[in-house]
């Protein structure tokens, strides 16, 4: 139902209740169909509160039919929620009302299990299916690839190989369909299991099949994979083989994170192999390619390896080296004086001094008395006839004897641009009081302009 899906519950509940009572235009009929739909929308958007009112108020109408439509839907929910095992209870249900499991059931059960991480009880439903498909010779219970893969899922997760492969041998000794899903979900599993050879196995199998049947072609998660699992071991042909394939034997659009991600694998792979000079062409590569990235990711982690082991001298992401500045020194060596940041007046429309943010990414503001309110940074100018202070964020301030270090940590952490110093003992660190009179700004601007002139200096000291 339409309101289900947008959350508009209670006014579902109207509709339902006024076609209950045969108040509704056109006199529809409540069915059970009606009232699974709007459950369905219930259990989607994760409300299991609501669902189970639902199955109370028409448990009359939902029991006419005598399905385990109602009971499949209920177990899903309780997946949805943090409480998977749950749909155990929807299944002892379904027995009590006389009705039988159909597959549905069963590889909702063995879905909710592999969830909880309960993979005994799990093979435990695997058994029951296929001795119930048995007992009343009926196919339509038996496991299929939606079975199978779920197991290979949690097997994968708890990285027990051997029941990978028996799962594997029984998949390929029945008779299902074994599809393009089903060979991901058995290389996975090996994957993540550790064993390279057996999804190589896997994959070769998928590549032969896929040259009669078009539909097998794999999509480049599964490249990706096993590229991973390779560059992890450093071998650096092996993934650049692998990157090549992918482009004209993959199926469906290569999206630009897994560029970029093959891009980082070949990199990772080659830093593995002790290819130095490979991996720094790559890290050019991307560098020139990306905005940002961050230190915690692939291409982070593997960029602070090549940046070890080139030293600054060769390094692709030319690092600032800053000989006239000690960390440790008082940030006050290093300020300008407030006077000369050219302070603004808070009271100012922005159309009047736009031009000023065009040459400074922050600028510190001043009241009628001269003391500093507010920081306004460049990206933060977003309406021309407001005044500047409605866009100031509070002064950073820190007392003039803090570290250089500490300063930047500080401007790094607070992702600001500038910070206001202040005389020792007027103010704790981050405060800042009216009468309390700035020293002098500094911004992470200042660095930059400490780096030009120091290669400005080392320029003109080289000979020629």
Not at 329 to 339: A, G, L, Q, T, W
Request: glycine fraction near 6%; charged fraction near 25%; aromatic fraction near 8%.
């Amino acid at each position: 139902m339409g309101l289900g899906i947008a959350r508009r519950i209670d006014e579902a509940f109207e509709i339902l209740e006024s076609i209950e009572k045969d108040a509704s235009v056109g006199s529809p009929k409540l069915t059970p169909h009606l009232i699974c739909g709007f459950l369905n929308a219930l259990i989607e958007a994760g409300d299991m509160r609501r669902a189970n009112a639902l199955v109370a108020r028409f448990r009359q109408v939902l029991y006419k039919g005598h399905s385990v439509l109602l009971y499949n839907l209920l177990m899903k929910g309780y997946i949805k929620s943090n409480f998977p095992l749950g749909a155990l209870t929807v299944k002892d249900e379904i027995l009590r009302q006389g009705l039988k499991p159909d597959r549905l059931t069963y590889n909702t059960i063995i879905f909710a299990c592999v969830k909880a991480s309960e993979i005994d009880k799990a093979f435990r439903f695997l058994e029951d299916m296929k001795d119930e498909a048995k007992r009343g010779d009926n196919p339509e219970l038996l496991p299929d690839a939606v079975t199978y893969t779920t197991l290979l899922k949690g097997l994968g997760n708890s990285q027990d190989l051997y029941s990978v492969l028996k799962i594997v041998v029984e998949m390929k000794s029945s008779l299902i369909s074994i599809d393009r899903t089903a060979y991901t979900a058995m290389a996975d599993a090996f994957l993540a299991c550790g064993s390279i050879d057996g999804a190589l196995c896997i994959f070769g199998e998928l590549i032969k099949q896929a040259g009669s049947n078009n539909d097998l072609r794999p999509k480049p998660h599964l490249y990706l994979s096993i590229m991973r699992a390779f560059a992890s071991i450093g071998d650096f042909d092996m993934v650049k083989r692998l990157n090549k394939r992918m482009w004209p034997d993959s199926v469906g659009s290569i999206s630009s994170s897994a560029k970029q991600e093959a891009v980082e694998l070949l990199m990772e792979a080659a830093i593995n192999n002790n290819q130095i000079d490979v991996a720094r062409r790559l890290l050019r590569r991307i560098v020139n390619e990306k905005v940002y990235f961050s230190w915690t990711s692939r291409v982070g982690l593997v960029a602070l390896k090549v940046e070890t082991l080139s030293g600054f001298t060769n390094s692709p992401l030319r690092p600032h080296v800053f000989p006239q500045i000690i960390l440790n020194d008082p940030v006050e060596k290093y300020m300008i004086p407030f006077h000369e940041s050219r302070p603004l007046c808070a009271d100012l429309i922005l159309e009047n001094v736009v031009m000023r943010f065009w040459k400074d990414s922050a600028v510190p503001l001043v009241n009628d008395w001269g003391s500093c309110v507010g920081i306004v940074h460049s990206h933060d100018c977003t309406k021309m006839d407001a005044p500047l202070v409605s866009m100031a964020r509070p002064p950073l301030c820190v007392p003039a004897s803090t570290s250089l270090k500490h300063v930047i940590d500080l401007l790094l952490r607070e992702k600001s641009e500038m910070v206001v110093l202040v005389k020792n003992g007027n103010m704790y660190e981050g405060s800042y009081t009216s009468s309390s009179r700035p020293l002098g700004v500094f911004s992470l601007a200042f660095l930059s302009k400490y780096g030009a002139m120091h290669e400005t200096s080392m320029t003109s000291e080289s000979p020629g």
